[in-house]
């Protein structure tokens, strides 16, 4: 049994009785293998596992321990235990106790949110402050969301020194707005999630109860997650977490919640794991002589457990920026490591394409995580959308994120074209396959110079305009195909559109909707459209063997998520799983390329965490912003560093002679004990 595989701390870890239990598990000390333990404790104890509750922060995490359960104990017990990230778990939960609620992913509400922001005007209002646009305000509302449980949006902008006090009134008007589209469609985000669920469990007559709460990183939970936490009526908690590893502020993440933990549960037992298993005691003795120089929340002191010889971390300088990832590039050529086992770390996106540029020059493949994610490419987001249409007709954002591929129609415009369907017909198949004769679908909206609100005027155009081109009688009538605005090609883009809907009424299973998807008209223009930008060079030609190039990889993405949907009945089950699980999901093979957010929580055998300069690491400009500080960065270079197990190398260059900028080594150099010269 797992309890039997523990060492000491850990086992006294794992048994602990019921109640407000901290376990302290730094990087490499066996935090899976505890939490596996106190699942299997439970259970040997009479628990029942439909009162279990895992929270972790990737499905991937709570996958892998459920696994690790199941090895000891049978399916039918196991599958019985609720785990998943916080966000999966309230969208499961929320669907349990029917709550109507179709999940969106972030990109796409922002362009509902950017419809809704187009149609305010804030000329009228003079100040030398510029007002946020729709994508920041978004960002902005959704941190606020997750780290503000008490104070309204416009006082915890003030609160923050924010100096769009003008415009306030705007914002919150336009984020009601916001709010009252997405009730109307049962639209939530990751946010709405864990707010609804919070709202439903504070009512007490939900039928869910959990005897015991595990949370996994419990260092990145924020003030929201803590909250819905709070609002399950379980009296006990086993928190796992490492407050060095705290690396989430950007998004909200609240190190108060673990470094309080003792003051908040006055019956706390706090645990801690001290035994490394991970990383060589070069490679410890390094991280731990950087992260030192940060407050100790809680004591603890790491102790090494793996014997042997190893090499010592190695510091890698450079005299200019692009030929430290070419030199970084030679030295993973020569390394007898397996590709997948090596890493390159490092703290901005930008320092990715550099290090991708120099590896790919030297043959080497390499994949990246964190970002250009599989699911956010345009092709594969068309597809979704196209599908998530079939199967809810009111889906409004699928609608506007589609529609942004016809010529001459826009965010807003788009909004307003779905608003008018749907006087025409209810929802959008109805509108088009049977709509209703409607003089003017296209309301006016009501004028409000002090929220920036102004009307549109809409003209009434004759549809004999359209006449000539080679669409159905049936499509002719549609009102829709009023209004003056509709030129030529957004008609044939509207046309294709519908013979999508009109010829997908039949289908019932997911492999079958994605082939009728590729193969559909309104795919393929897409495809044409995507591929021919793709192929456009600088001065504005275009290279045709580009645009082929361009539509074979666009093709087999098309054909990557057909394979996916292999593995679905239902339609509906399929989308869901997609939008929930897409962040995890990547493809691809070589050397990591990863983030430090995107390496938390893996290990390599030889690692390099490269752009180690004062301002790129430690991130200056992030460190002024909301959540940063020197010590965040800190703990950004500890988790960084405790990735590896057998090789390090810190990298850092003097010049960068396209920007010329001279850097001045990363401080963190130093405070691992390299004398970095001039």
Partial sequence: MPLSRLNQEQYAAATAPFGHNLIIASAGTGKTSTIVARIAHLLQNGVKPEEILLLTFTNKAA???????????????????????????????????SKNIILKQPKELKILLKAIHAKRRFAHIDSSVKPYQAQYLYDLFSLYQNSELNLTFSEWLKNSDSEHGVYFDIYEDILEEFSA??????????????????????????????????????QDTNSLQGSLIKAFSSGSVFCVGDYDQSIYAFNGANIEIIGTFKERYTDANIFTLDKNYRSSHMILSLANRVIEKNPRLYPKELKVTRNGTFEEPKLLGFNELFEQYQGVAAKIEASISAPYDIAVIFRNNSSADGIEASLREFGIKCKRKGSNSFFDSAEVKVMLNLMSLFVNPKDMMAFIHIFEYAKGIGAAFSKELFDALLEIGGDIREAFLKPKDVENPFKKKVKNAQLGLFDDIHDIGSVSRFYHLDFEEIFLSNPILKNSRINEDAARFIYIFYKFLRESRMIKLPLSLCEHTINSSVFEGIVNLLAKKRGTLKDGSVDNKLVDEAKDRIMRKAWLLKDLAKNYRDIASFLNALTLGSGEMSEGEGVNL???HASKGLEFKEVYIVDLMDGRFPNRKLMNMSGGSLEEERRLFYVATTRAKDKLFLSFAKYDKIKKIEYVPSQFLSEAGFMVGG
């Fill in 63 to 97: 996958s892998e321990m459920i696994e690790r359960v199941a090895r000891f104990f049978d399916n039918e017990t196991v599958k019985k235990i609720e785990a998943g990230t916080f966000h999966a778990v309230s969208y499961k939960l929320l669907k349990k106790i």
């Fill in 181 to 218: 589209e997405k009730k109307a469609f049962s639209y939530v985000d990751f946010n709405d999630l864990l707010i609804f669920f919070r709202e439903e469990l504070k009512k007490g007559d939900t039928g869910l109860f959990f005897k015991e709460i595990l949370i996994d990183e419990y």
């Fill in 594 to 596: 990863l983030s430090i």
